[in-house]
């Protein structure tokens, strides 16, 4: 193991005690910045799952260790509770970002309606947008089946609005049928974006927390992280660290 990777993992809370409650996970991804759910074979970003991992836990009457249900209704119910966003973000991978670096992220004015602005977005995730501002916070279930979408193509349409952070995981409707229900809403109507400052400041400000939790990160590191291009990611890492 590298000597990178080993301050990685001590950075990543890997070396505390394992979490047990929820106000632990919200300060895990508060001090980190950003999370991803599943970390993978080759730890690459912080992982809520590898932290909160106890392979003594006991198994519940659904075949999931109590710590794996435990980590699992957190990553619902923080963003309920607007201590987190969630959505499809780093590497695609479903991630928890907390709001400070989310509002220093959030490209958009702050309104319902500002998915407006993005130009990139599909004809099909613009009409999911439009939906839940009409409708408000809906469930997946539901907004797939008023839209007419197979469960994939439903599945790309939100994670194309999460890489934008447009939308965010809203918590479960355990109302239905079967398995309670993922609910999705407006990022703009959950959390208080975008933060304060003009671009470039809440780049570096983004930046220095990027720096900060990956130890040292290269140009493409961050580029690849947050989807900018190589100009805005070596003009960031540039004002953040304060070099001419």
């Not at 699992?72 to 973000?89: M, N, V, Y």
Request: overall charge negative; charged content about 30%; hydrophobic content about 40%.
């Amino acid at each position: 193991m590298s000597d990178l990777l080993e301050a990685r993992l001590r950075r990543w809370w890997c070396e505390q005690p394992i979490i047990r409650t929820i106000d632990e996970a919200r300060a895990f991804v508060q001090d980190v910045g950003f999370a991803v759910l599943f970390g993978g074979d080759r730890p690459t970003y912080p992982c809520l799952r590898e932290i909160s991992r106890d392979d003594e836990a006991e198994m519940t009457s659904s075949g999931m260790g109590e710590d794996f249900e435990a980590m699992w209704s957190w990553k619902d119910s923080l963003p309920a509770q607007g201590k987190a966003w969630l959505g499809r973000f780093l590497g695609s991978r479903q991630t928890l970002l907390s709001p400070d670096l989310l509002a220093d992220l959030y490209e958009y004015p702050g309104e319902p309606d500002d998915f407006t602005h993005c130009e990139n977005l599909s004809p099909s995730a613009r009409n999911l947008a439009e939906m839940l501002l009409v409708e408000g916070a809906m469930t997946t279930r539901s907004a797939r089946s008023a839209l007419g979408m197979k469960g994939r193509d439903f599945d790309r349409l939100v994670a194309e609005l999460g890489r934008s952070l447009l939308i965010t995981g809203y918590g479960i409707d355990e109302s239905g049928p079967g398995w309670p229900a993922s609910v999705i809403e407006l990022t703009a109507r959950v959390f208080d974006v975008p933060g304060d400052g003009g671009r470039e400041e809440r780049d570096a400000s983004a930046t220095a927390r990027f720096l900060d939790t990956m130890v040292q990160a290269t140009p493409r590191e961050l580029q690849r992280a947050f989807r900018w291009d190589r100009d805005r990611a070596h003009d960031a890492l540039r004002r953040a660290t304060g070099e001419p």
